[in-house]
């Protein structure tokens, strides 16, 4: 197998971490490059389209977490193979993405702006996503969000579900799922107690 | 086979566009449901997140463009079995789908903070994005971006491409693709005249 490297920052959310996520419970060795903030600026000179993740197989480097965690999900067995239920991964995996990308838009803003945006995201846009996610869970038999198992969906939903409930985000209530979805609460904290990715972590919160 | 049924805006663009064109190109069956832009007000009631375009399989209704397009795709033969070459495919439909979300940040704007916005896309985030394109098409051969056939990468890079050179975005000049990335115009022009998609446009023209 061709070896795959991934290079993403040293912490356990964002983009990233779905990816690690998905290689390490399928069973896929590869190099976990992890690097701290103050090398961005470097790595994303060579980086295409300067973000992260990247992933390099043998000498291609290839942009684009969703990309990579759906490549990473088929090589570990954790992206369904039947084309419907692959949809209502892909759906979610969006989804989650446009979740990411609201709350990055908030980044650059400032005190009485980054507020506002922020209390307008906890009360409005986030409630509507959250709600969104929990029906989607119902639909599908209030499990996994495809295939009746654990899949990248799950993994990108637990990652971005703990991120926004973590107080880390300046003006987001950390009981924001369990307020706007108590079901998507206890689907999170059911995801997160699977063994392997409790083993996970507690492996990693020794580094 | 479930009935399918796509629902989007009455114009051959945005994200539903190149939907339309993977289940034409790939002899798929679908409901073809076009609605003028005085109805989406009604539409979005009813719509997952209120967004277009949707799909129903039958009772069930699905959101997200690029999962739509991805199951359409395979649904017709147009996107990569290989995992590799998929991943590529993927890559660059989330490269476009950054384009027209950048794009789209814009809409809202008036006067001069739309002139702004839309001169530092024209002069630097298109290019950059462009150029990449540019370079991941080399990187594959030259002549798709993946799996060395027409696939649903090359149909949204169509719809995109054509978009924003086509003199409906002020401020976007309309031989931005040839300036920034010759080869990239050679291979829009190219994938543009593939006789399956001319057909497709010549019999829609009298619609």
Redesign the interface.
């Known amino acids: 197998m061709?070896p795959l490297k991934l290079t993403y920052f040293d912490f356990s959310g964002g983009r990233g971490e779905p990816i690690r996520l998905a290689l390490h419970l399928g069973g896929v060795p590869f190099e976990d490059h992890r690097f701290a903030p103050a090398t961005f600026p470097e790595i994303r000179k060579t980086a295409?389209?300067g973000q992260v993740p990247i992933v390099h197989?043998g000498d291609?480097v290839?942009?684009?977490?969703?990309?990579?965690l759906?490549?990473a999900g088929?090589?570990g067995g954790l992206y369904p193979q039947d084309?419907?239920q692959?949809?209502?991964c892909?759906?979610v995996?969006?989804?989650l993405e446009?979740i990411t990308?609201k709350i990055s838009a908030t980044f650059g803003l400032k005190g009485e702006d980054m507020r506002r945006a922020r209390e307008a995201l906890a009360a409005e846009v986030l409630p509507?996503?959250l709600r969104?996610l929990a029906g989607r869970l119902e639909?599908r038999g209030g499990a996994y969000f495809a295939d009746q198992r654990l899949t990248i969906a799950d993994l990108k939903a637990l990652v971005i579900l703990r991120w926004i409930s973590s107080g880390s985000l300046d003006h987001i209530p950390t009981d924001i799922v369990a307020s706007a979805a108590p079901s998507l609460k206890e689907y999170m904290d059911r995801i997160g107690s699977t063994p392997a990715i409790v083993q996970y972590y507690a492996a990693r919160s020794g580094k």
């Open positions: 061709t295409p389209l197989l291609t290839v942009t684009q977490g969703d990309a990579i759906r490549y088929k090589l084309a419907e692959a949809l209502y892909d759906e995996l969006s989804g446009d990308i509507k996503y969104w639909g």
